[in-house]
């Protein structure tokens, strides 16, 4: 958090920076007052008004704004900071280009976003425990919360409009919205496994028996769960060498295109219907399982879903990927000129 806050001020400050500067602080401030309710507007030219200003006294000795400043890039490095800085930059020159605007609203709820995140990550779950933990964090900072939501909200503007932009930019149909919406679907599935011992070489005639007994007892199990003879859990429970998941019932939690499992496997997984039960599937790795698939989310097909996809997948939230793609698009169409070189 401190060293996005501390280049929130130093963007303010780099543009102004130089011999010939392109924007003072006041001017960046007007055109950003453009796009946002900044948060940072009226304290900025303040804060950089003069660098012999005293900012803390440590024991008795005088910390200055430049003292601070210059602490700051020799910590990060310049070229660091001013590569946040060009990033920010270009989002910013974007979202005026596309007419976007990040409201007082959006950076509050980006904020208490935020600190719900660490309050629910302190309490284990809990956000109403964790908020006093946090709370109890910063105070031994010298920081209460009210001070520690004012500088997110500093944070946050520059957040909120990179994920704006980022989703401005979105590209539906250069995206297989189809395989989006497979990879993501959660097969709820239980098994039944018989095993028998993998081999790589030429298997031995009682290897050969194993396998083949293996395969009996799923087929044998088969028949009586599709005749409705037995129930699934049950059999699981009583036959099952998956000594993980037998006493579970077979349970495998959700499956999903993600799931590191042998691709045969999944593919005999995702073929299945709710509470359909597979033919025996054998695994690269030794045995034979039964499958069976207790609930699929979402459980509509694509075909009867797919405005709904595409509707989501513009308004989701930006991962972090989604934002370095974005930002790499802007910075190859950006004409970035620097002054010093040739």
């Not at 694509?302 to 996809?309: A, G, N, R, S, T």
Request: charged letters at 30%; one cysteine or more.
């Amino acid at each position: 958090m401190e060293k996005r806050l501390i280049v929130s001020l130093l963007v303010l400050f780099l543009a102004g920076c130089g011999s010939t500067p392109r924007r003072s602080v006041a001017d960046y401030t007007v055109a950003r007052r453009k796009t946002v309710e900044s948060p940072t507007a009226g304290g900025v030219e303040r804060f950089f008004a003069s660098s012999d200003a005293t900012l803390v006294r440590i024991n008795g000795r005088a910390l200055t704004r430049g003292d601070f400043l210059e602490a700051v890039f020799r910590q990060f490095g310049e070229m660091t900071l001013l590569s946040e800085v060009i990033k920010e930059e270009l989002f910013l020159q974007e979202a005026e280009r596309r007419g976007l605007q990040v409201s007082g609203k959006d950076v509050e709820s980006e904020v208490e976003a935020v600190l719900d995140g660490m309050s629910r990550e302190l309490g284990n779950g809990d956000a109403a425990a964790g908020r006093i933990k946090l709370a109890d964090l910063y105070e031994k900072q010298g920081l209460s919360l009210n001070d520690v939501r004012s500088e997110l909200r500093k944070k946050m503007v520059a957040q909120v409009l990179i994920k704006k932009v980022t989703i401005s930019m979105r590209e539906p149909g250069g995206i297989d919205l189809r395989a989006l919406y497979e990879r993501n679907r959660r097969y709820h599935t239980r098994h039944i496994a018989y095993s028998f011992p993998s081999f790589q070489d030429q298997p031995d005639s009682g290897q050969l028996l194993k396998k083949k007994a293996a395969r009996e007892k799923a087929g044998s199990a088969r028949a009586k769960l599709i005749s409705g003879e037995l129930e699934f859990a049950a059999v699981a429970r009583a036959e099952s060498d998956d000594q993980v998941t037998r006493p579970l019932g077979g349970s495998l939690g959700p499956i999903t295109a993600e799931t590191p499992m042998a691709e045969s496997l999944k593919k005999a997984i995702f073929s299945l219907k709710p509470d359909q039960v597979s033919e025996p599937v054998e695994n690269p790795r030794g045995g034979y399982h039964l499958f069976q698939v207790t609930k699929i989310e979402p459980s509509q097909a694509y075909d009867e879903v797919k405005d709904e996809v595409r509707k989501k997948y513009l308004e989701r939230a930006p991962e972090l990927e989604e934002i370095r793609k974005t930002y790499y698009r802007l910075r190859t169409q950006a004409r970035i000129d620097w002054p010093g070189e040739k």
